[in-house]
């Protein structure tokens, strides 16, 4: 089955998720808690980032949509950032490079 | 072309205005002035959960998510057990957002649109994040201020010169003249200035202050990490259409703020933004809803 990375806040994980990034929990700026990626949560490992007041973790969620969807989506997505871009100087190679990462981030 | 009066508005104005405002909530400048001291910050802190009911909900609301309640057999119901769960930081969070939220509310009575105040969250989050992320020589709490603060001039504009205010803000979204020259134009200062009167007026640290006058042209405070912050964080925000006023626009980017925030704009951003992404979401709806 597809699946599709998001982020999500720690009220939201549900035992057996796959976590797509490892979880670093810094609390008083010393690590707390590890936990790898590919780690598929489990109801103790959630309480564990609970317990060290863990706010967002990276997971796989399913992706049901079909491929054509998928690219219908995208250029959606890719036309609202050229409209929200549409006054930028693209031509500065900041903005230029701040442009593609998004343009990037939004048709995945 | 629709012409409007011009108003001239200057710092006593403004000032003499803010005194029909609501009051600035107290508990803002506590928490910064208490944050080298941990026993006084989350004293401070339980305070202000304790004297505000809204505070308290949300702090029990947010403790008796479906997650959080795992750990547990029974439902929270006491404040010191819901603190012990969510933890300070998101405490902090939470006080912080939930009194300026209450303020912005007493503001607007007029009914400004709801994405003012969903921008100034999104703002403010994606300072947070930034901040982490950059790792800014400037405070969670500073960052996460100057962020909901940034555009108060604005809100103070709306309250006092509605149409004209309107009148910036259609033409700032048809043209290419950025809203800090329209307001310039027609208020003599842009609502960056303005905002800056009240932060100072509300007694703000010095850097939140400059972070919000400077946030449109942070290439005149590069001294100031937190203006950069505030000035990324902005355009991220309009970037990543974190409100979906469907008015949101790109036009500037300051190299000389990404360069003090040590920003390149390669595929390691994406976490950023996708974290950026997902608190902001979770955000506007654990504050829009009642509790």
Known sequence: MKT???????????????????VQVVEHGLVSMTLPASHVLTQESLNQLVAHHAEFI????????????????????????????????LTDPNMAAFFDLVLCYRSK | MLTLPKAMVSRDIVIASSRTLPSFPSVVNRILSTLDDVDAH??????????????????????????????????????????????????RHITLISSLNTFFNGVARQGLPSFYWQHS??????????????????????????????????????????????HCQIQARQGAVDIEQLEQESFGVHHG????????????????????????????????????????????????????SGGNKVTFLSSAACQLLGLTWTDDVRALFGRIEARASHANAFFADAP
């Open chain 1, 4 to 22: 599709r990375q998001q982020y999500l806040p720690i009220e939201l994980a549900r035992a057996g998720m796959l976590l797509c990034e490892p």
């Open chain 1, 58 to 89: 990276e997971v796989a969620v399913p992706d049901e949509r079909s491929d054509e969807q998928i690219a219908v989506d995208a250029a959606l997505s890719a036309r609202r950032v050229m409209e929200i871009f549409s006054a930028a100087d």
């Open chain 2, 42 to 91: 989350f004293d401070v802190l339980v305070q202000a959960v304790n004297r505000d009911p809204v505070i308290s909900a949300r702090v029990v609301s947010l403790a008796n998510t479906a997650a959080l309640r795992g750990m547990r057999a029974a439902a929270v119901v006491d404040i010191a057990s819901a603190i012990s769960l969510i933890g300070i930081t998101r405490l």
């Open chain 2, 121 to 166: 969250m999104a703002a403010g989050i994606c300072c947070e994040e930034l901040e982490l992320y950059a790792d800014a020589p400037a405070s969670l709490s500073e960052a996460l201020l100057a962020g909901l603060l940034h555009d108060i001039g604005q809100l103070w504009l709306h309250c006092v010169y509605p149409d004209q205010t309107q």
């Open chain 2, 193 to 244: 200035t303005i905002g800056a009167w009240l932060a100072e007026h509300w007694s703000l640290p010095a850097a939140v202050v400059a972070a919000i006058e400077g946030h449109h042209n942070p290439e005149k405070q590069v001294n100031n990490p937190l203006t950069a912050l505030v000035h990324v964080a902005e355009v991220i925000s309009n970037a990543l259409d974190l409100v979906g």
